[in-house]
């Protein structure tokens, strides 16, 4: 993406974010993470799926992915609204205070366009059924689940 | 749906649920948990939507319904697992027993069934941007909710 891309996302995020400002902390948070963990939830499938020792169903594994899909594109954004990378949902948040940091603006609209990104991919890639393209997809997607821990999510808290 | 029908869906809930089998409960119910917590704020976000003070904006409406029918094809019958009646995943579930009860069996297809149905038809429905014949639709997805509140679901515990 270039940085006009960039900065339409951020704004993109921030505006949605803001549209829930009104909502309590604690639910906001608590939806954040029931996405994320939802999220969690389809990936581990996909994941066992593509285990040697596992059984690949091409069906699961487009359920899984059109599941991840519409995550991606629900508008998670607005779940990033500012003040709540301190707060407890279904448990204390992770989220670091970078996410709200100017100075990090632009690689959150990175990391947030990257899974955006590979999660259509994934989607349309799952569809065909090919194991071994979905396996490169899956890895490209997990990829940009690392960007954004690495960057916006806390270790251990 | 007949009776045919009705086992069938039954059948794929109880082996979709075997398949999860190995699993710990805790890690079952959390993400149950968190499918429903996704469901709800995706339903809360059409609901605001069409309220008469709220804001309709399509794109919106279309995202949230296009979630929940990602939702209700995910197979949240594998989160179905004996035993995960009692336990706590991010909290206390409150899924009754009648849920694994054989003679609730053909109820529990019945609304596990109607909710797919409506929720699929929503995200056709939204597509069209039609608010007053998405409204009526977001009505009969409510009353699918309701029809598996009402029987599995326990008012408080």
Redesign the interface.
Known sequence: MNTKHLIVVFCAIVIAGAVYAESRPEEII??R???Y??L???SA?IRAALDPAGTFNKE?VI??A??I???A???LGA?YVKGTDQGTG??ETKLKSEAFDPAYASKLAEVAGNFNKEANTLAVVAATGNKEAIKDQYSKLSATCKGCHDNFRAKNN
Chains 1, 2 share one sequence.
Request: glycine letters at 8%.
């Open positions: 608590k939806s993470q029931a996405a963990a939802f969690g939830w389809n499938k699961e359920k899984s059109n599941a899909q519409a995550i594109n629900s508008g779940l279904f448990h």
